[in-house]
C-alpha cells in the first residue's frame, strides 16, 4: 500500500495547488483549471508564471468559473493567477511569520511571486525591499526589524552577484533562504554569479533554490513554519 | 554601535567553532589552535576537512593541550578534528532531531561531516544510508521510522544524478536540504548532475548547499530546529 | 564496390524518410518535398519540428500533390507533418511494442513526436503522460501494465531534474531510452539537468539521446525491436 | 507490497552483481566482498575501477576466501576482479551477440570493462579495436563480419571527436551504443567532444551512455539482447 | 617607418574589402558605403550579414550610387551585398582552385558565403553540398572528381558532430579547413560539438576557423592559394 | 622608428622585472637569471610563483651570484624570491600608499604576493586581513584607518562568494582592485564565484584582475599611484 | 552610527545618480524619475540603457518635469537620457583627463556609454574610436596623442578577440581599463573571448570591468582622476 | 576497392609516422614499435608526447633496436623520439620553409614538437622564440626576416590571451596557422583565453589547431607546402 509510505503528504497537501503556466500552452491550461475545479478541494488555484496577455486570454475562457462563484485575481507583478471559491475554499491558517527581503527593485516580481505563495500557504509575510548591499546601511534597521517581529526564516531575493544573502546571514540566526534572480548582463549575468556566490558564501546558514524560483523558496519556508508550531 | 545590529548573533555561536583546515598549512592552523585555546570559549573546537595524516603532524605537536586537559578526538570518516575540555565546555543541550540519509556508499563521508557538526551543534541525529533510488524500496521503511520519531528536517547527500532527494521530497513534509556529493564521473560528475538535478527538482520542499559541504547543511539544519524550540 | 559495404541498409530504409523542418526555408522544403514524391518511395515522407504557420504555408504549395492522391496529416503536438498515398505506401507491419512516457504535460510534444516516428516505423506504441517523480505512486501501476502488455523498450521524456528515468530503470527490466527535455529554467534549466542526470544514472540500463530528440528516441527503439523479431 | 511492483527485478538481478571501487576505500570494500560471499547467490561477483595497486591489497585480505574455494581473476586492462565460486555460481546462459569496436588502442580499456560485464551476463562478445575514422577502409570488413556473425546490437567506444559512431551507424541496422572515452587533450577533450559529437550525432540509431562508462553500455546491450530471445 | 613593416599588406589589399552589417545600424552602412564609393578602390565592396530587408532599406537609400554606374548585387543564400563598378574595378585574376563540401543542406549559407568571397578574391570554386557522414557513399565520388580538379585546399562547412571534416581530411592530402555551423539544438548545438569534434579530430591535416565563419574560412583559403602560384 | 612611440616605456620599467616561474623549468630559470645579472639593471630581480623546493635548488645553483654581491631573499608566503644587489640596485622611490585587504586567512598568499610586487615598485602598503563579510564588523574599523592614512588605492583578495569587495567598494571612494582568490571548493569555487561576483558587483568603483593575479593587481596599482603623483 | 563609517561617500556621491532602464518597466521607471526630481540634488539624473522606445514614451509621461524646467537629453549611441535642471544643478568641476578608445565601430555605444558617465561625472574625455589591431599602424599615432595631453587613464572598448587592450597597456604607463564588448559570434564570441583575454593579458597593468559595462568603467576611471587631483 | 577512394593517401603517407605515447602504457608502446619496425618502411618513427623517465624505460626494452642499426633520438623540449634506420629510411626532400613564432619562453616546448614533425615531414624551418604583444617591438624585425626568407606559412603558438596570432596576421600575407598554448592561470587559463581569441580574430587569414597541438599544426603546414611546389 504505497499511500502509507506518503508521510505526511495529507498535510503537505495543505499547500495551494500550482500549475506552472509557462511552457503549457492555451488549451491545456484550460482543461487543468477546468478539471480542477470540478473536483472538490478545500485550498485556492494558483497559475504560476503567467503573462498578462496568457491571463487575458484565460479570463475571456473561463466566464463560466465565475458564474459558478469563482474569483479571478491576477497578481501583475507575481505574475500569478488565483481561483478561488469562497463557498468551497477556506484560507490557509496562520502558520507564522516570514521576512522576505530583496537587493534591487528588480527583484520584486520574483519577491512578490515567493509572497503571493507563502500567503496562500498560511503565512503571514513581511518585506522590505531594495536594501542591496551597496549601501549597506539600509538594511540593518529592517532587518532588526524582522527579528523582532519575530520571523521563522527570511529569504533573500538578489541578482548581480547576490552578496546581500551573505551578508543577512552573517547577521541573524533563523534559516536564510537564497533566491538568486536573473538580474546582470554580462559574465556572471541572469542569476549565475549570484547563485554561485550564494552557494559559496563564507557565512554559514544560507541553503538556495534555483534562479528565480520565487515559488520554490516560499514552499520550502512554509515547511519550516507548518513544522515550527 | 555595530554589535547592537549583529542580531541574534549570542545564539547562533552557540554553534561550536568550525575552521576550514583545507587550504591552510600547518603552522597557521597550530597558530589558531592555539590561539582559540588560550581563550575562554564555551564550545568545542571543530578543525574540519583534515586528511589523517595531517591530523597526525597537527597531534605532535598539540602534545601540550591535552596536557592541559584538552581531549583531541579525531574522526577519520568525517575528517573532523574535535578539541574538547570537559572542564571548560558542556555540550549543547538537545535541540530536536535531525534526520540524513544518503544515496550510496560514497556518500557516507559527507553525510558523517554534517552528523559531527549537527551533534556538536546540539542535534539528536538519526541516519540512514545507502537507500538509493536503484532499488527505491529500501527507502519508504526507512522514512516512513524518521517521521514517526519526530525529526525536524532531513539533509539527503546523494551524488551521481542525485535523484534521490526528488523522492524523499515527494514523500515527506519537513524541509529537505539536498547536499549534492561529488560521487560520479563523466559529464555532470563530481557532483554537477545532484547539483543541477537538486536545483531543478520538480519536487518542492528542497534547498541545496553546494557541493560536498555537509558542514553547511547541518549548520542551516541546526538554525531550523534551534527557531523550531 | 561500397554499395556491399553498407550493411543492412536495405532493412534500415524501411523507416519512413524525415526532413528536419528546422533551419530550412519554404523554398529549400517544397523543393525536397517535390522531389520525393516524384520518386518511387514505399514509405511516407514526414517533415520534422515543422511550425504550424509553416506547415499553412507548405498546404497552400502543396495542392498538386493532394490532387495526385497524396494525403497531408499534419500533427500540432508533434509537429510533424505526414505525406502519404494510400496506392503507393503501404504501412509497415508491426515490428513489437515500445512504451514511451512522460514526467509532465510539458514533455508531451517530444513523446508525441517519438510516438509518431515510431508508429511510422511500425512499432505499436503504449503512452503513459504526467507520471512523474513528485507522486511517484502515479508511477507504478502504469509501469506494471506497460510490462504486462510486453513492451520491448520504454522510451522515457522528461524535463527538469529527469529522475523518472532512473526511477523507470530501477523498476523495469527492457532497455529504458532517456531523452532530455528543455523543460525548466535557472541553472541546469533547457534540458541540461536532465540530460547529466540520466548520464550519471545511478541505475543501469539507460543510453539517452540528445535534449527533447524525440525522433532519434523513436528510431532507435525501432532498430531494438526490428531486430528483435 | 513494494516487491510486486519491482517488475522484472527478478530476472534483471541475472545481471553480475558490480561494485564500483572507485571512491571506495579498502575497509569498505573489504566489508562489502566479505558480506556478499556469506550470502547465497548465484552470481559471481565484480569490483571494477579497481586499480592494480588496490587489488593487490584486497588478495592478501581475502586469502580466507580463497580457502573457500572462491576464485580471485583480476583481469588488468578492464580493471575489473571476478570473484567467482564454481560450487555455489553458475555462468549465466548465452542470450546473443554482442560487437564491441573501438576507434583507438587508447579506448581499448573501456571496451575491455565492457566485454567482462558482457560476457559475465550471458552475453557473446566479438570485438575489433583500432578501426578509427581517420583510416576508415579498415573498419569496413570489420563491420561486415560482425553483422554476418548476427551480433544483435554494437557498442563503438571512441574518444577525440568519436566521428566512428556516426560512421557506424550510417552502416549497419541494428543498435548503435555510443561509449566516449575521456581520450583527448585540449578544447572538447577528456571525452567531451566524443560526447557531444555521439548526441548531435547526424546518423540515427545511436544512444549514449556517459564518459568512459564502458559498464552501463554493457547492462544496457544485455538488455537488449535478453529480450530478445 | 611602420609601413616598411606591414609586410605584404600591399599583396593582401588584393582581397575585396568586407563591411560585417551585423551589429552596425542603417545609417552607419550607409556612412561607410559611400566613404568607401568616394575613394580610389580597383576592388569590389561587399557588404556580409546583411538581412534581405536590411538590404531593401539600403537599396532605397543608394540609388544615387547605381546613377553613377555601381551595380549593387545581393545574394540571398550567402547574406552578401556586393557593391562594384566596373569602371573603376576589374575582377581579380584567378590564383587557383578551392573546393567547398558541405554535410547537409542547412550548412548551405554559410558555403555560400565562402564561395562569393573566395570568388571576389580570386578563386575558381568548385562546391559538392550535402555529402555528409550518414550516408558516406555519396562523398567519396565527389572528393575524387575534386582532388582530380586540382582543388588546392578544401572547406568543409559541418553542423551538429560535424564528423564530415575527420572523414575528408582522413582521404585527401590538401589543407583542410574546418567550418562548423552553427545546426543542431540540444547539447552541442549550434555548432559546439562540431567545432570540438574538428579540433579534436583523430585525422591530421585539419585547420578550423570559427563558428559559422565562412569568410574567414575563405580569406584563409585565398592565402593558401595566392602563395601557391 | 618604433621607440618612440613605446610611450611610457621609460618610465614604466622602473617596476621591478618580473619572471613567473611556474611553467618553467630550473635550467631555463638559470638562464635567464643569470642572463639578467649580468646586465646593466636599475632594479630588483623578482622571481614569482616560484616553490619552495625549487628555490632550493636555484639557491645552489646561483652561488655565483652571491659571492658576486647579489642577495637572495626567498618570501615563503608570497612565493617571490628578490635578487638584489645593493651596489646596482637602489630602491624605487615612494610613490604612495596602497591598502590590501583579504576576506580569509586563505587568501593571505595572494595579498602578500601583491605586497611584495608593490613595495618593491615603489609603494607603501597598508595591511588588514581576515576581516571578511561573515563578521562585517571587524571590517569597518580597519578600512576607516586605510583612508585616514591615505591611501590611494584598495586591493581586495577575496574568495568563495568574494562578497567582500562589494562592501568596501560601497564605503570608500578610493578605485577598488578586486582580486578572486582560489579559495572555495564545489560549483563557483576556486574562484569562479568571486571574479563573477566582483564583475557583476552593484558597487561601482571596482576594476578586477584574474582569479588569484596579485601580481598584476600590484602592477595595476602602481600604474594609479605613480600617475598620481 | 553606520554614517561615520561610510568613509568618503560625501565625496563619491559628487557622481551623477545613475538608474539602470534595463529590466525595470515604464511604471517603475516614472516612480523612480519623479521620486528623485521632487529631492534636492545637485547632480543630474542619468537613467542608462534606455532604449528609445522606451525613452519616448516616458518622455510623453514626464512633460510636467520640462515645464517644470528641467531638461530631457536623451544620447541615442549611448542609450542615456539625461535629466538636468540649470537652476539645481551644477555641472562637477573637471577632475581630469580620460582617453576612451575603441577597436571597431561596433564597440562605440559602449564607449559613448562611458564618455557620457564621465563627463557627467567631472572628467574631460579624449576619444579615438575604430583603432583596432588589424590594421595596427592606425593606433600608434592616437595613443602618442592622448599622452601627450595627459590623460591619467585611458579605457579600451574592445570586443571579438580583445587583443588592443594587451597592445595598449604594453605601450603606456598610465592605469588601463578594459571593458570588453559583447561583439563576435561563435565560440568566445558576446564578448566572452575578449573578456578572458583581457583578463590573461601578458601585458601588465590592466584591470577589467564586466561585459560591456561602459558605466562601470567610467566610475572607476573617475574614483582614479578624482583622488589624483 | 576502397583504396582509389584514399585520395592521395599514397603521397600524404609520406609524413612520418607519428604515436601518442600519452594514454599508453609502456608494454603497448614497445609491441606498436616493434611492430612498426619489422615492417618495410621508408620513414623515420615518431613517438610524440613521451615523459624522460618513460624514454628511459623504452630506450632500455629497444636495445636489440640499436643492436639492428636503428637510432633512437630523444628530444627532450619537444617530448618526442625519433626512432631512424639510415640503411631503411631516408629523410624527405625540402618542400619548402615554414617559419614558427611564439609569444613566451613557455610556449616552446609546443613549437619544439612543431617543428620536429615539420622537419621530419620535410619542411626547413625558421624559428622565432619569446616576441610577445607585450613588447610589440621585438616583433616586427624577425618577422619582417621570415617574410624575406620566403615562408610559406607561418605557425604562432602563444599562451594567455594569445593576441600575438592576430598582430602577426595584421601584418603578413601568408596563411597563420594559431597554436594556443596551455599557459596562464585563472578564468582562461590553460588555453582557453587564446583559444577564444584567435577563433575570435579580427585580423582575418588565420586558422586554428587545438590548445598545444603543435604536432597537427606541423602537418597542417606540411599539406600547404607540399601542394605548394
Ligand atoms: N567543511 C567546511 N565546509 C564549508 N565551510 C566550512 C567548513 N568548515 C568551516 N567552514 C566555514 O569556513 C569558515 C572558516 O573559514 P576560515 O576563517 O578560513 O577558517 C567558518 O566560519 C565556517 O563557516
Ligand atoms: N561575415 C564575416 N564574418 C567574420 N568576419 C567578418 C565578416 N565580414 C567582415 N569581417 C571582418 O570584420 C572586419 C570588419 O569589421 P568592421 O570594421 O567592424 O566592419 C573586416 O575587416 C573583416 O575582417
Ligand atoms: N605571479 C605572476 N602572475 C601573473 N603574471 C606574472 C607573474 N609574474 C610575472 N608575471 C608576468 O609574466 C611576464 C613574464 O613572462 P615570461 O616572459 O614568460 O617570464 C612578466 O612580464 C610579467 O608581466
Ligand atoms: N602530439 C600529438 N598531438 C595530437 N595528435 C597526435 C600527436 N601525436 C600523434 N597524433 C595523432 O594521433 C594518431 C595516433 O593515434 P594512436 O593510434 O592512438 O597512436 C596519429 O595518427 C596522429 O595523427
Ligand atoms: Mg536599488
Ligand atoms: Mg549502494
Ligand atoms: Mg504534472
Ligand atoms: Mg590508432
Ligand atoms: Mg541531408
Ligand atoms: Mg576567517
Ligand atoms: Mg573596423
Ligand atoms: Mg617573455
Redesign the interface.
Same mark, same amino acid.
Not at 103 to 106: D, I, M
Not at 182 to 189: A, E, F, M, N, R
Given at each position: 500500500?504505497?499511500?502509507?509510505?506518503?508521510?505526511?503528504?495529507e498535510?503537505?497537501t495543505g499547500?495551494p495547488e500550482a500549475i506552472?503556466a509557462?511552457?503549457?500552452d492555451h488549451d491545456?491550461l484550460l482543461i487543468?483549471i477546468n478539471g480542477y475545479c470540478t473536483k472538490k478541494n478545500s485550498n485556492n488555484l494558483l497559475i504560476t508564471r503567467l503573462d498578462k496577455n496568457d491571463y487575458n486570454r484565460l479570463k475571456k475562457d473561463l466566464k463560466h468559473l465565475e458564474e459558478k462563484g469563482y474569483n479571478l485575481d491576477y497578481n501583475n507583478k507575481a505574475k500569478i493567477l488565483i481561483i478561488s471559491n469562497e463557498s468551497k475554499n477556506k484560507l490557509s491558517t496562520n502558520y507564522g511569520k516570514i521576512g522576505i527581503i530583496t537587493?534591487?527593485?528588480?527583484d520584486i516580481p520574483i519577491a512578490e511571486e515567493a509572497k503571493v505563495i507563502a500567503e496562500q500557504g498560511g503565512a503571514e509575510v513581511l518585506t522590505s525591499y531594495d536594501v542591496?548591499?551597496?549601501?549597506?546601511?539600509r538594511l540593518?534597521p529592517q532587518?532588526?526589524k524582522m527579528?523582532k517581529e519575530g520571523v521563522?526564516?527570511i529569504i533573500v531575493c538578489a541578482g548581480?552577484?547576490?552578496?546581500l544573502t551573505?551578508?543577512v546571514?552573517?547577521?541573524? %540566526?533563523?534559516?536564510?533562504?537564497g533566491v538568486?534572480t536573473?538580474?546582470?548582463?554580462?559574465?556572471?549575468?541572469k542569476?549565475?554569479?549570484?547563485?554561485?556566490?550564494?552557494?559559496?558564501?563564507?557565512?554559514?546558514?544560507?541553503?538556495?533554490?534555483?534562479? %528565480?524560483?520565487g515559488?520554490?523558496?516560499a514552499?520550502?519556508a512554509l515547511?519550516?513554519i507548518?513544522?515550527?508550531k
Open positions: 500500500q504505497i499511500a502509507k509510505l506518503d508521510i505526511g503528504r498535510n503537505r499547500f506552472l509557462q511552457g503549457k491545456d487543468i537587493g534591487g527593485t528588480s542591496g548591499v551597496a549601501g549597506i546601511n540593518f532587518l532588526a527579528v521563522k526564516t548581480m552577484e547576490g552578496a551573505s551578508v546571514a552573517g547577521l541573524v %540566526d533563523v534559516p536564510v533562504i538568486p536573473s538580474v546582470g548582463y554580462g559574465i556572471g549575468g542569476g549565475k554569479a549570484a547563485l554561485y556566490g550564494m552557494l559559496q558564501s563564507c557565512a554559514p546558514g544560507i541553503a538556495v533554490v534555483n534562479i %528565480d524560483n515559488f520554490g523558496a514552499v520550502f515547511t519550516i507548518k513544522n515550527n
